[in-house]
């Protein structure tokens, strides 16, 4: 490093397993894309380049971990970096891949894989925060890119990077959406944390809860909602399978 | 390079994980593997118990890439099961976003993770200053087919609005008029990328394999067809467990498949293989302009290929605008009678011919799924064609070999977090 040249934060990005859709997000930036990676010092992202460091200062964790030897790993890059933010659903709350956990895990493998599934092993799924303690988290399945970016830059700046801890509710009203409730659906909406703009509620389907849960949904969910259709947060709760499988709630 | 090892831990610029594991002695391999280290998900088994109607939103998280296509392959899988036969509307509708995503996953490839290693460099990130007007002509497409999904689907990745039997919003004529313009304003885009990829060296190198993939007599198959080979013959898509064999091979690090002969593959260069007579004029002009010609053997030609069909799928997408606008767009009823059953749905994705199969309860409830993942049916083919490429290689230094040997695998565009059935390994 050149005398006087402030240092750029080295950045490394990873995943366990998932669809890998969150990275993609990131490349869908585009020029954006370009635009960041100048602020920045990419030093490992197997998906878009050849080359790999293990000197960074943050990691950025795509998908949940599901195989005991990827908790090492997880560790591993945990001690490496000074912030660790979970990418995308899978990595911040076990997302889909949860769905395993409601069988028995000898079953899945044999399952999938008849008599070779000796040569596999699972185990139940669980997001980054169950193995190694997270800094911060980008929500949903997908992410939302201009999200990602707003996450990045607070980083850059040493804040606190800025997701909403109020439901999806919100921010569906703001758009002007019919309730999906008064078309005949059930949605997530009350208890789900906003920021993705309510898309699934606006593209004319239901919010599937894949940003997790509001912090306390007991007292931060959309209450409003709730009674209008003669719901309970429980009640809402218990079809919670799709993408929050890991949580209590769920089960 | 005559004796010594060759060990690529995680290919780069791939999607998912995957080991070259090479040894050679006296210029001869002792040993070579392709290796797929992926965690496995195990979605067959965890779709179980849910409902008919969540499949196509689960199974779309089997893939970042090709989201669309699970999502379409589900859906048809799930309509096949329940006896219902969606509208011509929405067939346009489908086929139209499923271009989207093969556009914006063959330009993610070809011009993101393929060509820097024809260019000579490691990622896309220097071509911004070598290659700055070729790259923001890529970046054009691959964003203009990323906001294609988005106007369609609600999204780029994991589609919201394609459900059993329609779409919760559709597009307005406006906006697929807009659409139209845009496609069309891209193809010189595409010809520019065309002319340069005319000049670039690709390695020499052929093995006869075979090439399968899904055949229409109306039109260059994307949404459906029958399963077709350049063997020769068709099988229908819900036989397709007699036509490809899904097989464990013991040193082997994945599932692998055969169909007619020890290996086969699917993707881009299978389909120019098997349809080339059914792609758009455009599409001919470039596979001409390119030098490629059906059957080709050279499966570094695939990126080649997926250029053709760029150019295909910008052109056939105006002229499925155009018939949905003179068919006009109209709400449709998507209600369906629950009942049970198995079905199976098969659709070309980026990589190849991806299988869906659902049996549900009778309450739409699903009971048993199967999926086969075009990356599964190729890895046989890569490993094959990585044992072949090698003995004409041996004289060049262990990093020119080893270099080739990786653009081999990607040229496949391997898209490994996909391929659900995969073995864990150990490396030698």
Same mark, same amino acid.
């Given at each position: 490093?050149e005398?006087g040249e402030?240092?750029k934060?080295?950045?490394?990005?990873?995943?366990?397993?998932?669809c890998e859709?969150?990275?993609?997000q990131?490349v869908n930036?585009?020029?954006?894309?370009?635009?960041?990676v100048?602020?920045v010092d990419v030093?490992s992202w197997?998906e878009?380049?050849t080359?790999h460091?293990d000197?960074?200062?943050i990691a950025i964790v795509?998908?949940?971990?599901?195989?005991e030897?990827e908790?090492?790993?997880?560790?591993?890059?945990?001690?490496?970096a000074?912030?660790? +933010?979970?990418?995308?659903?899978?990595a911040? #709350?076990?997302?889909?891949?949860?769905?395993?956990?409601?069988?028995?895990i000898?079953?899945?493998l044999?399952?999938?894989?008849g008599e070779?599934?000796?040569?596999?092993?699972?185990?139940p799924?669980?997001?980054?925060?169950?193995?190694?303690?997270?800094d911060?988290?980008v929500?949903?399945?997908?992410?939302?890119?201009k999200?990602?970016v707003?996450?990045?830059?607070a980083?850059?700046l040493g804040?606190?990077?800025?997701i909403p801890?109020y439901?999806v509710?919100?921010?569906?009203?703001t758009?002007?959406?019919v309730c999906?409730?008064?078309k005949?659906m059930?949605?997530?909406?009350?208890v789900?944390?906003a920021g993705c703009?309510? #898309?699934?509620p606006?593209y004319?389907?239901?919010?599937?809860?894949?940003?997790?849960?509001?912090?306390?949904?007991?007292?931060?969910?959309?209450?409003?909602v709730?009674?209008?259709?003669?719901?309970?947060?429980?009640?809402?709760?218990?079809?919670f399978?799709?993408?929050?499988?890991?949580?209590e709630v769920?089960? | 390079?005559?004796?010594?090892?060759i060990?690529v831990h995680?290919?780069?610029?791939?999607?998912g994980?995957?080991n070259?594991?090479?040894d050679?002695k006296?210029?001869?391999?002792?040993?070579?593997?392709?290796?797929?280290p992926?965690?496995?998900r195990?979605f067959?088994?965890?779709?179980?118990?849910?409902?008919?109607?969540d499949a196509?939103h689960?199974?779309?998280r089997?893939?970042g890439?090709c989201?669309i296509?699970?999502?379409?392959?589900?859906?048809?899988?799930?309509e096949?099961a329940?006896?219902?036969?969606?509208s011509?509307?929405?067939a346009l509708?489908?086929?139209? #976003?499923?271009?989207?995503e093969?556009v914006q996953s063959h330009?993610?490839h070809?011009?993101y993770?393929a060509?820097?290693?024809f260019l000579?460099?490691?990622s896309v990130?220097?071509?911004?200053?070598?290659?700055?007007?070729?790259?923001?002509?890529?970046i054009r497409l691959h964003?203009l087919a990323n906001e294609?999904s988005?106007?369609l689907g609600g999204r780029?990745t994991?589609p919201i609005t394609?459900?059993?039997?329609?779409?919760?919003?559709?597009?307005?004529q406006?906006e697929?008029r807009?659409l139209?313009q845009?496609?069309t304003e891209?193809?010189?885009?595409l010809e520019?990328?065309?002319?340069?990829?005319?000049?670039?060296d690709?390695?020499?190198f052929?093995?006869?394999?075979?090439?399968?993939a899904?055949?229409?007599?109306?039109e260059?198959a994307?949404y459906?067809?029958?399963?077709?080979?350049?063997d020769?013959g068709?099988?229908?898509?819900p036989?397709?467990r007699?036509?490809i064999k899904?097989f464990?091979?013991?040193?082997?690090?994945?599932?692998?498949a055969?169909a007619?002969?020890?290996?086969?593959?699917?993707g881009?260069l299978?389909?120019?293989n098997?349809?080339?007579?059914?792609?758009?004029?455009?599409?001919r002009?470039?596979?001409?302009?390119?030098?490629?010609?059906? +059957?080709?053997?050279n499966p570094?030609m695939?990126?080649?290929?997926?250029l053709?069909?760029?150019?295909?799928?910008?052109?056939?997408?105006?002229?499925?605008?155009?018939?949905l606008?003179?068919?006009?767009?109209?709400e449709?009823?998507?209600s369906?009678?629950?009942?049970?059953?198995?079905g199976?749905g098969?659709?070309?994705?980026p990589?190849?011919?991806?299988?869906?199969e659902y049996?549900?309860?009778?309450n739409g409830?699903?009971t048993?799924?199967?999926?086969?993942?075009?990356t599964?049916?190729?890895?046989n083919?890569?490993?094959r064609?990585?044992?072949?490429?090698v003995?004409?290689?041996v004289d060049?230094s262990q990093e020119e070999?080893?270099l080739t040997?990786e653009?081999?695998?990607r040229a496949?565009?391997?898209?490994?977090s996909?391929?659900?059935?995969?073995?864990k390994?150990?490396?030698?």
């Amino acid at each position: 490093m050149e005398s006087g040249e402030l240092m750029k934060p080295r950045i490394a990005i990873f995943d366990f397993g998932c669809c890998e859709g969150c990275q993609l997000q990131i490349v869908n930036l585009e020029e954006e894309l370009l635009d960041l990676v100048g602020l920045v010092d990419v030093v490992s992202w197997r998906e878009a380049t050849t080359g790999h460091s293990d000197e960074y200062d943050i990691a950025i964790v795509e998908g949940s971990i599901t195989r005991e030897a990827e908790m090492e790993r997880l560790k591993g890059i945990r001690q490496n970096a000074k912030v660790l +933010v979970a990418l995308g659903a899978c990595a911040h #709350i076990g997302g889909v891949n949860c769905l395993k956990n409601f069988f028995e895990i000898d079953e899945v493998l044999e399952y999938v894989y008849g008599e070779d599934a000796k040569h596999f092993d699972s185990i139940p799924t669980r997001p980054l925060s169950a193995v190694v303690p997270v800094d911060y988290a980008v929500p949903g399945c997908p992410i939302d890119r201009k999200e990602f970016v707003e996450v990045v830059k607070a980083l850059l700046l040493g804040k606190k990077p800025p997701i909403p801890n109020y439901p999806v509710c919100v921010e569906c009203r703001t758009k002007g959406n019919v309730c999906v409730f008064d078309k005949g659906m059930t949605c997530l909406g009350p208890v789900t944390r906003a920021g993705c703009g309510a #898309i699934c509620p606006t593209y004319g389907n239901s919010c599937e809860g894949c940003r997790g849960l509001v912090d306390d949904p007991n007292l931060d969910s959309h209450k409003e909602v709730l009674q209008e259709h003669g719901l309970t947060v429980e009640q809402m709760l218990n079809s919670f399978r799709m993408f929050d499988g890991y949580m209590e709630v769920a089960k | 390079m005559k004796d010594g090892k060759i060990n690529v831990h995680y290919v780069t610029r791939v999607e998912g994980h995957g080991n070259i594991v090479v040894d050679l002695k006296d210029g001869a391999i002792k040993e070579l593997r392709w290796e797929i280290p992926e965690a496995p998900r195990f979605f067959e088994a965890m779709v179980r118990s849910q409902s008919y109607a969540d499949a196509p939103h689960i199974t779309s998280r089997i893939c970042g890439i090709c989201s669309i296509g699970h999502t379409i392959a589900s859906l048809q899988g799930i309509e096949a099961a329940l006896g219902v036969q969606p509208s011509e509307q929405t067939a346009l509708l489908r086929k139209l #976003i499923l271009h989207a995503e093969t556009v914006q996953s063959h330009t993610l490839h070809v011009f993101y993770l393929a060509a820097p290693d024809f260019l000579g460099v490691n990622s896309v990130v220097p071509l911004a200053t070598t290659h700055k007007e070729p790259l923001l002509r890529a970046i054009r497409l691959h964003r203009l087919a990323n906001e294609w999904s988005d106007l369609l689907g609600g999204r780029t990745t994991h589609p919201i609005t394609m459900v059993v039997n329609g779409w919760t919003r559709l597009p307005t004529q406006d906006e697929l008029r807009a659409l139209r313009q845009r496609l069309t304003e891209a193809i010189p885009d595409l010809e520019a990328w065309v002319e340069i990829f005319k000049t670039l060296d690709i390695p020499d190198f052929e093995r006869e394999t075979e090439y399968l993939a899904l055949q229409r007599n109306d039109e260059y198959a994307f949404y459906n067809g029958a399963i077709a080979s350049t063997d020769g013959g068709t099988t229908p898509i819900p036989q397709y467990r007699e036509k490809i064999k899904e097989f464990i091979v013991p040193y082997s690090t994945a599932k692998h498949a055969k169909a007619a002969r020890e290996s086969f593959m699917v993707g881009a260069l299978a389909r120019f293989n098997n349809n080339y007579e059914q792609l758009s004029p455009l599409a001919r002009w470039a596979a001409e302009a390119m030098g490629l010609k059906p +059957v080709c053997y050279n499966p570094f030609m695939n990126n080649v290929a997926q250029l053709v069909e760029t150019a295909h799928c910008l052109e056939d997408s105006v002229r499925i605008i155009n018939e949905l606008l003179a068919m006009g767009l109209k709400e449709e009823d998507r209600s369906t009678e629950i009942k049970g059953g198995t079905g199976v749905g098969a659709t070309e994705v980026p990589r190849g011919t991806l299988y869906h199969e659902y049996t549900l309860d009778d309450n739409g409830i699903i009971t048993g799924a199967n999926f086969i993942i075009p990356t599964n049916m190729n890895h046989n083919n890569i490993e094959r064609d990585l044992k072949a490429l090698v003995p004409t290689i041996v004289d060049k230094s262990q990093e020119e070999i080893t270099l080739t040997l990786e653009m081999l695998v990607r040229a496949y565009d391997p898209c490994i977090s996909c391929s659900t059935h995969l073995l864990k390994v150990e490396f030698v």
